[in-house]
């Protein structure tokens, strides 16, 4: 009969040390599978130049610019508004202050910005400045709540040297001066923008370079 | 048996614990390859958490000369860093042209920057949960604060 106990003993221990073992070895091997895939990200990956639409409401600001020379340098920058609202005014460097720029009133040579702007808002659509010469074209226009400037810089030769186009939502002007005297408001225009619909803003081609920004919900650029 | 049974449970369990804190904010990782004579080739792998625990460790005066020297910027990188932290897979800059290719992103909320050239390579992965500790640490640390 004891001889029966200490059997059944031995093995209800023996059975206990294999499932404590078994225990440890199955509590381990998730660690070490989450070891392998903390670091498979070693491998840089790859860039994901494919278009993958961003949280509803983010806006992103996106800056391309490709050099037309032999190295065919392209640069791509994509920054979220929200993100450049945040960041901005934490910088302070020269000119900018809590996310304003302040302008040096000598370079606008006297001109009240701000009157000029509230003109501009307050009047019809239509063409302001219309330049048209042998170096260059120039146009200034107002077409639904957009400023629109656009300059051709036809060079000496009469040949498209390069050739600038401007698109900005008035809103976005009235926020940039909407700071104080002799300050631009880049939070509050940023702000603006973030309203705005999908829209291109700059948009610069000449020999060497083609620049274009553009704002859309996209968190890659095309 | 019942002795080595006990000890191997009490080690995996300390083990599984250890684990889960060195690993539970990831790793830092750095290569640095150069492809040239004497060139060195660094690959470096730490558990993130190890950071803040470091700096712990590091002399008050040195961080706080540390701090000292990043004072004007370290504002901007905590907003920048606290901003990041929503956007944990997005790429931000890249820069490429025939022989090379800089690449600046967040990766499963990670800061990730590559840089491949001919003659080197260098590829950096930081959570930017730790880039957000630092900062901290380096704030708490500079005079006054």
């Known amino acids: ?222 | 048996m019942m002795l080595v049974a006990k000890a191997a449970l009490g080690m995996g369990g300390a083990l599984v614990l250890a684990g889960a804190y060195t690993f539970h904010e990831g790793v830092i990782r750095v290569d640095v390859d150069e492809y040239c004579a004497g060139g060195s080739h660094i690959h470096m792998w730490v558990p993130a958490a190890v950071v803040p625990m470091t700096l712990h460790l590091v002399p008050k005066h040195h961080l706080r000369e540390a701090a000292e020297r990043a004072r004007e910027f370290l504002p901007l990188t905590h907003a920048l860093i606290k901003e990041l932290k929503k956007f944990p897979d997005a790429d931000f800059v890249e820069v490429t042209d025939d022989d090379q290719h800089v690449q600046i992103r967040t990766h499963a909320g990670k800061l990730q920057i590559d840089v491949e050239e001919p003659d080197q390579n260098v590829h950096l992965l930081v959570p930017l949960s730790t880039l957000d500790d630092v900062t901290s640490q380096l704030e708490l640390s500079a005079p006054g604060a």
């Open chain 1, 1 to 222: 009969m004891s001889s029966l106990k200490r059997a059944k003993g031995a093995r209800t221990q023996s059975l206990f040390t294999k499932g404590a073992l078994l225990t440890a070895a199955l509590v381990l091997a998730p660690l070490g599978a989450f070891a392998q895939a903390t670091a498979a990200p070693a491998k840089p990956a790859q860039s994901t130049s494919s278009a993958t639409p961003a949280a509803k409401g983010e806006r992103w600001l996106h800056v391309r610019v490709i050099c037309n020379d032999a190295k065919g340098e392209t640069v791509r920058v994509n920054v979220p508004l929200e993100l450049a609202e945040k960041v901005l005014p934490a910088v302070n460097h020269d000119r900018l202050h809590d996310g304003k720029v302040k302008i040096d009133s000598a370079h606008v040579e006297d001109v009240d910005l701000r009157v000029l702007m509230d003109a501009i808002r307050t009047a019809r659509d239509g063409e302001y400045v219309t330049v048209q010469g042998n170096e260059n074209d120039v146009r200034v226009a107002k077409e639904s709540n957009h400023l629109i400037i656009h300059v051709v810089d036809k060079g000496k030769g009469g040949s498209k040297n390069s050739q600038v186009e401007i698109k900005v939502p008035m809103k976005v002007i009235d926020a940039l001066l909407s700071a104080g005297k002799d300050e631009l408001d880049l939070v509050a225009a940023l702000h603006a923008l973030g309203a705005q619909g999908d829209t291109e803003l700059v948009s610069v081609k000449d020999r060497e370079n083609t620049v274009k920004v553009w704002l859309d919900s996209k968190n890659v650029s095309d």
